[in-house]
């Protein structure tokens, strides 16, 4: 398999489905590079599954440029995408500009950024200026505080409206995909038929042209609430809580290390 590239993954569409997932470090991208995963982003996600926050908005650009360059190194054919973090896009065209090529030169192939209409302007400058952009609208996690909590977008025929036109402005300024996340399947489905830019979904049901899951749901390393669209495909955190458990115990016997 060739690497992945923005013009190889934009012609999948209506060709191929493609099951694309997080990861935040060398150790899970390389494993997920190697199983196959055509995409892995460098998820503002971060937040929360690696650094304990309640929320994406604490995430630095530092924290995601590290992450980018780790996940960078380790992958050789999955199209790297960077998730700007909340402010760094939000504080000026200028400073959002440099971000972005911040992280390409750490590694990415493209930068994400949520926002429909009103980041347009910005998408435009990114994409003539040779720096690929993958939209995001619906529900946005770093709207969280608007909303008043992680809640379904879409669902009224106004919401709806605004989603499908947002996501055709960010086409028409340049994106080369655009998530569609937490919006109502049916509002996905019209979405994904009238653009020609693939469609990646997360909690927008199964007709998107591709699919986002947070590494941490898929292998089950998340402890508590698992949202109602998450499959496991594994659970990690019990594999890994009993083989900590089972070293602590073995130390404490004497077993470990062997004489």
């Known amino acids: 398999m060739k690497k992945w590239t923005v013009a190889a993954f934009r012609a999948a569409k209506g ?21 196959g995963v055509p995409c892995v982003l460098v998820g503002d996600s ?12 604490p995430v630095k650009m530092e924290e995601t440029l590290s992450a980018t360059a780790a996940v960078a190194r380790a992958v050789k054919e999955a ?12 504080c000026g065209d200028d400073a959002a500009m440099a971000n972005a090529v911040a992280c390409l030169k750490a590694g990415a192939d493209a930068v994400k950024l ?18 690929p952009v993958l939209a995001h609208v619906g529900m946005m996690p770093q709207s969280v505080n608007a909303y008043g909590g992680f809640k379904k977008q879409g669902k009224t025929r106004e919401e709806a409206a605004k989603v499908l036109a ?30 020609a ?18 590494m941490h ?4 390393l998340n402890e508590g609430h698992v949202p109602a669209f998450v499959k496991q495909y594994a659970h990690l955190a019990a594999d890994a809580k009993q083989a900590f ?9 004497g077993a470990f290390p062997p004489a």
């Open 15 to 35: 060709k191929q489905k493609l099951g694309c997932c997080t990861a935040y470090d060398a150790c899970f991208a390389r494993l997920a590079d190697e199983a």
């Open 217 to 220: 749901d898929l292998l089950g």
């Open 245 to 253: 458990a089972a070293y602590v115990a073995e130390v404490a016997s």
């Open 197 to 214: 830019i693939p469609t990646i979904g997360i909690g927008a049901g199964p007709v998107c042209d591709a699919q986002w899951l947070v």
């Open 166 to 195: 947002d996501a055709k402005a960010v086409e028409a300024a340049g994106a080369f995909a655009v998530t569609l996340e937490c919006v109502p399947s049916e509002l996905a489905a019209e979405i994904t038929a009238a653009l």
């Open 114 to 131: 949520e926002g429909g209409a009103t980041v347009c302007g910005l998408i435009r400058r990114m994409t003539e200026a040779g720096i």
């Open 79 to 90: 199209l790297v995408v960077a998730d700007m973090p909340f402010g760094s896009y939000q």
């Open 46 to 57: 971060m937040g929360m599954t690696m650094l304990g926050y309640g929320t994406t908005l």
